[in-house]
C-alpha cells in the first residue's frame, strides 16, 4: 500500500487500519468493475493487471477511453466523496486483475484525512464533461 501514491502520506497505524479493513476480488478481462451510472460505495486500488475508463461523452454515442490504470492506480474515489453515481465505467483489459477495496464507511473513517488530495485529484475528470 505504501506504494500508492495517494497513501504514501499515511503514517503506519493508520496504513494497519487501512489494511484491515480492505477486500479483495479477482476480475477477468472484459470485466466490469464500475458502470457508469451506478450507484457507488466502494472505492478500489489495482493490485495486479490493467484497466481502463470509458465514459460516455456524447448521448447516443459509444463510450470513449478516458484513462488507463495500472497497478497501484485507484478509482471509485468520485462517488464516494461527491455522493454521485459512478463518472465511468472501469473495464479490465488484462487477461486477470486483482483489486483491493474499501466500502464507503470504511473510507470515510480511514481515508478521511487524505479527503482534500483526492477532491484535488477529481478535478481532473472534469475536462472529459460538457458543461
Partial sequence: LKKVDILSTIDPYELMQV?????????T???????????????????????????VIEPGKAAQEIKRYKVGEYFGERALIKGEPR??????????????S????????????????????????KQFVKE
Avoid at 474499501?102 to 480511514?110: N, P
Fill in 19 to 27: 489494511c484491515d479493513a480492505l477486500k479483495t476480488a479477482s476480475f
Fill in 29 to 55: 478481462k472484459g470485466d466490469y468493475i464500475i458502470k457508469e451510472g451506478e450507484l457507488g460505495d466502494v472505492f478500489y486500488i489495482l493490485e495486479e493487471g490493467e484497466c481502463i475508463a470509458t465514459k
Fill in 87 to 100: 463518472y465511468a465505467n472501469i473495464e479490465v483489459t488484462s487477461e486477470l486483475a486483482k483489486v483491493i
Fill in 102 to 125: 474499501l466500502d464507503r464507511a470504511s473510507f470515510k473513517r480511514l481515508l478521511g484525512p487524505i479527503e482534500p488530495l483526492l477532491k484535488r485529484n477529481i478535478e481532473k475528470y
